[in-house]
C-alpha cells in the first residue's frame, strides 16, 4: 500500500484500526514510526503513541499526550522546556493558559484557525469539561485575533450536542461573517438538530444566494427537500 491509500484511511475514513495494523506492518523508518506515532493519538491511545513521540523527539506531541491523560503539570514541563517557535508549540503554549483561566499568550490568526476546534473538539470528546469551558469562556481574546471562531466553536458544540450554545455561536458568527457560505450550512445542520427544518432550509438558501455552486448546501438542501 502507498502513502497516499494509507493517509486516505487516516484522514477521509478515519479507520485508524487498520491505519495502525497497516503502519505496524511496515514500522521500519522514522517516517513510518512517526505515521503510527499519529494514528495512535488520532485513535486516543495515548499512552503508546507518546512513547514513540518522545523516541521521536516530537515533544510537542508528547505534551499533548500528557494533557490528554490528565496530566497538564507534564505537559506544561514539556512544553515552557523548548524554546523551538513552531505554530503547534506555540498554540500548545497559549493553549495551557488559557484553559485555566489564565492569559499567558496570545496565539496568531492561524494557529486559532488550525488548532482551537480540534483541540475543543478532544476536550469535549474525553470529558474534560472545566478545561473546555475555560477555553470556550475565553473566546472573545481569541475574536479579536480571528473571529471565525464563533463558527468553529458551534460546530463543535452542535456535533456534541449543545445546541442552544451552537445556536448562540452561529448568530454571533453571522455579526462577522455573513457572506461565509460554510457558516450557514453550519446553522442548517444546527435548524435540524432542533427540527426546524423551514428555517434549516432558508439558511441553505442564503448560502446558495452568496454562492450558487457552493456544493455542501447543495447537497445538504437535496437530502433534506
Known sequence: ???????????????????????MANANSNDSIKTLAKVLFFNRKYERAEILFKKLHMFTEYGYCRLYQGDKKTA??????????????????????????????????????????????????????????NLINSIQYFADINPEVYKFTARVLLNHGY???AEKFINTAKDYFYEDTELHVIDAEIRMALHE????????????DISPAYYPAKKLLANIK
Open 76 to 133: 506544561d514541563k514539556i512544553w515552557f522546556a523548548q524554546k523551538d517557535n513552531s505554530p503547534l508549540l506555540m498554540w500548545a503554549k497559549a493553549l495551557s493558559g488559557y484553559i485555566e483561566k489564565e492569559q499567558r499568550r496570545e496565539p496568531t490568526f492561524f494557529q486559532i484557525r488550525n488548532f482551537y476546534e480540534t483541540d475543543l473538539d478532544t476536550l469535549l470528546t474525553l470529558k474534560m469539561h472545566t478545561y473546555a469551558e
Open 197 to 208: 427544518k423551514s428555517a434549516a432550509i432558508k439558511s441553505l438558501q442564503n448560502a446558495l
Open 163 to 165: 445546541l442552544a450554545l
Open 1 to 23: 500500500m502507498n502513502r497516499f491509500e494509507l493517509l486516505k484511511i487516516i484522514f477521509e475514513k478515519k479507520d485508524y484500526t487498520l491505519a495502525e495494523q497497516l503502519c
